[in-house]
């Protein structure tokens, strides 16, 4: 199989509940045209900012059958799920799944609750779930500070390389922006290497990333295309300058209680998802209220998705 | 509801396998009588050693409904299953079906990919979750090793007590017995506190624990029923040396890679349970036979379950 | 060298200071004659409760020595200073200097900035330092959740064993109670084992522990003295009672901000001891009244030093 | 006090020890003329490269001693020693003797034992010991994977900020590149924010990064000079492939057991500064040969120092 490299944004949206803390399938066709208008080149679902693992699996599989009905048949925009999770049965069927309903690629994360003892280990159950769909792209989300699983990716791909002929890449969500290099660099640049850590986006582009999955592309990709733009026409200050405004949108984050802030950006810019479930705790009203003013304060009509 | 407070050894059954790796139900009444016969007092199933994190929710039914068929009727064997996982919409499925299939009570754990950030958060969960059931015991599995969730149990009995009346206790797999000993005395001595580390069990006698759940009791458990005899009619040093025998005996699982040295004793014992799954590793035909050689040494045919 | 085994309660004091930071060397005496009259066996000075780390090497010294001449001929009463401490030339001067000031012996901790990487590196360290006093009892003092360096123990006495006549024994502040176990029943009990939870006293007493080393022995040695009494003679309940009413007064070091909480004990018990140094927090007078109330609310007089 | 901004190299250089462990005051001059000839800007000293947890007070203040001696009357090479350390009085007392032998600056960081439980408390540490010397710049060591303590640097500059007049800046060693950038933009770009990650380099230049504090500085500057250069020239793939040739020099201290690894590098660029102290390990004469035929395979005579 021939390794595309993807390149630009790729957002990782958040699964659309309604009030009663059901999925909203009804809103997808509308969040996929909002990210296309917003110049985001994909979409990785059910993935963290997704709440995959607060979805049970017919709920996984309705969420990427809306996503997929809705983006077929434009080649310019992909769309991968996250299989799991931390059973390889359900991630396999889910895999096939997938495939059946018009999935660009799969991706697939450490197991999380027994955890892979080494790259060896890691590389099998990688090995495992991707066997199941030969013919698809198939990438590894790195994200240590979830998983707990740390294994140095330049580790992975020593162990991998050679031996999964659909392996594409890794969704590279840490700062250990010397083992991203070093995998960026592993044969030549075989491997996609996307960028996972939005607030960091200028010192990986630096270092020659080139595609990016996250979250705040949901509601702020403006913001980085222009980054992104600004960096590539060597205008470093102003890259700069839009950085430290992403960093100061994701300082909100760490205010307001974590990953349940980013549904209410989405509700600022009109696209509401609703809710999280538990165990993530969302914003009461009278919070909302101060992290609307918050955001407001930094000026993020200047820069947010609209 | 009346809070009964288990006493005794209650296993913590292996998942048995077959050789592809499927689910070996048909093993399963065999493996209850064996329990039975070795004076074990209940199981709790597809927890950490039953695999359940591996298992897809179809899997764990059929397990769930396994034992539930074989120990019908047994008013003094003790059937629980844990429900998850990440997904409270899964444990609330699984524990509608628990209550269908004559289970004795439910247990939960933490979600532990988001982890709950405090103990009022994590109450919200139980609460969510074991009113789907409310007239079975409703158990909390504290294993912070494995979900990363560390609360101290003594604020989540502050957080919940009065709050849900199907609450029993925890089944506690941690060191800390300042803790645990605190719960134990919380309210008069009002929930049912199971001691989850077999190594420790003479510690957790001495400060009031009657009841534990282990993995060790499902080959060991002569060794154990001894040791609490020994403690209960004072004679102090040979629950001692008991304790060090079953150390010594735990030392191998650090030995030989951890939890899936647990099936392996379950072959030494007569009752093979297969292998684990991935990310699980398992010896190999060269390690067992090192490993059978070790547990010779240690005299266990001498207190092993038979 | 025969290795003798401590018994009973060892206090770790606390360095008095002056209200200006200085150390108040005055009342040594006083302090030596409070623990004696209230049963305590011996003393662990400059020690993590005796700020050791923040204090200068003359400042150690000059307590170390106020300490040797008020004991003086007292052979009931053991005093051993911490010696280090990340440099082994301080370690083993200051291990020199207790040799020529009364210490019965010299107790090491790990190096905790840069950490020996295994059990043969810290045996490597133990024996450079022991080497300078071979007519001296040595402690290895462990300590992890303050040293970051969690070796197993009893990976320690097998590296150790047989290389240094004069180590005798660990004082082991952590809760691995299989390890702790494993530990004292090393080559026949031929170490002395000494407990360092004093919250969890009674777990250590069960499976074998004679000897202990706490920082609440300091004001409510009588306290632990009944325990053991009430353990000795097979009272059971009255013993739990007695941990129960320990751990409730830990629970204040824990509502109040730690180790400075010690030192306000200190002063309820009319032993004045100043405050902590930087970088530990001392309680404001308005914290001090309402631990005051707390204390009182206890039953702290009961059972509490004087 | 005006703040200046350092730029460029500055070594944290390795105290130089005879073969029986003594500290090599000797080799000072020299080490300084070799890092000047290899365009080095200054010297970071008795830091964790320089072993000065490991080093009594009387040691470090002789190799302060002999690098004021040996720099005296150089303006363009900036001398900095570490002052501590867990004891704030042994920290001040270093300071004053700082002030006396010719130190452009002195720089601090969080006492690792009992450890800060705030920024605030931080922030009373840093003023304890910066107001012992009010003319020389103060910096801020940050260094969470050895002491323990992550605190924030942002937070520390909002804390501190208006509070201490000669606090110059951070040497920042941690990989929180949206904290990093955070406090370079900090009130219009104040303060002096040294990069202490030699393997991001090219990350930390992206966002803004000047100067920048390392160990491989020592025996690879002319690799980091042309870094830079080509940074400043717009030849970023130059610069990433330069990158890449520090990264995978410094895959060689994880290869051959951290630290000590640097010591041995010294040897192959002629400036033998002996061994590290324990419980630093050091390689064996085999695993050296092995080592220096890894570093050959690198290149590494094209970029080293000379």
Chains 1, 2, 3, 4 share one sequence.
Not at 95 to 103: F, K, P, V
Not at 214 to 228: E, K, Q, R, V
Not at 293 to 298: E, G, K
Request: proline residues 4%; charged residues 15%.
């Amino acid at each position: 199989m021939t390794i595309k490299h993807l390149s630009g944004l790729i957002a990782a949206p958040f699964t659309p509940m309604y009030a009663d803390g059901s999925v909203n399938l009804s809103l997808i066709p509308t969040y996929y045209a909002f990210l296309k208008r917003n110049g985001v080149k994909g979409a990785f679902i059910v993935g963290s900012t997704g709440e995959g693992v607060s979805l049970s699996l017919e709920e996984k599989k309705a969420v990427i059958e809306a996503w997929g009905a809705c983006t077929k048949g434009d080649m310019d925009f992909k769309v991968m799920p996250l299989l799991g999770g931390t059973s390889l049965t359900d991630c396999m069927e889910l895999a096939r799944y997938a495939r059946s309903t018009n999935m660009y690629a799969v991706a697939f994360t450490a197991p999380f609750y027994f955890k892979p003892a080494d790259a060896a280990t890691l590389v099998q159950c990688c090995i495992t779930v991707a066997q199941t769909v030969p013919d698809m792209p198939f990438y590894y989300y790195h994200i240590p500070v979830l998983t707990g699983v740390d294994i140095p990716m330049y580790n992975l791909l020593q162990e991998l390389h050679g031996k999964l002929p659909n392996f594409a890449g890794i969704k590279y969500t840490h700062e250990d922006f010397m083992d991203f290099q070093s995998c960026l660099n592993f044969d030549n640049r075989r491997y996609d290497m996307l960028w996972g850590r939005d607030e960091n986006m200028l010192s990986a582009l630096a270092i020659g990333a080139t595609g990016a999955v996250g979250s705040t592309y949901n509601y702020a990709a403006p913001l980085y295309s222009d980054l992104i733009n600004a960096f590539n026409s060597n205008q470093l200050e102003e890259a700069r300058m839009l950085q430290q405004q992403s960093i100061d949108m994701i300082h909100l984050l760490g205010k307001y209680g974590g990953i349940a802030t980013g549904k209410a950006f989405m509700k600022l810019v009109g696209v509401d998802c609703g809710e999280f479930r538990l165990p993530v705790r969302n914003m009461s009203a009278e919070q909302f209220a101060r992290f609307s003013a918050d955001v407001a304060a930094l000026g993020f009509s200047q820069f947010s998705a609209r």
